[in-house]
């Protein structure tokens, strides 16, 4: 687990959504009561929430409307955050 700016955060999150590599990539805040996780699969990504909003979304990124659903997520669930905490795997 290592410790990233938001910035960098946010950059990581549409790099993985553009390749279609199988990893999970998951992000903290520093107090780690919230979470986002984004894993990909063969031909999905799976969308889960935890804190704001506790929820998991099956998304297919063939559309637009997909990918604002994931940036609208990350900063509802980051609204004043700095830092944050990232796991992959």
């Not at 009561?33 to 909003?53: C, I, M, N």
């Not at 637009?64 to 992959?88: G, M, Q, T």
Request: charge should be positive.
């Amino acid at each position: 687990m290592k410790l990233i700016s938001l910035k960098q955060a946010e950059k990581l999150l549409k790099k993985s959504i553009k390749t279609n590599k199988p990893r999970k990539i998951t992000f903290l805040t520093k107090k780690k009561d919230r979470s986002l996780a984004l894993e990909t699969a063969a031909d999905s990504y799976f969308l889960t929430e935890k804190g704001y909003y506790n929820q998991v979304k099956e998304l297919k990124f063939d559309n637009l409307e997909d990918k604002h659903i994931v940036n609208a997520a990350f900063k509802r669930e980051f609204p004043r955050s700095h830092w944050v905490y990232l796991i992959e795997k």
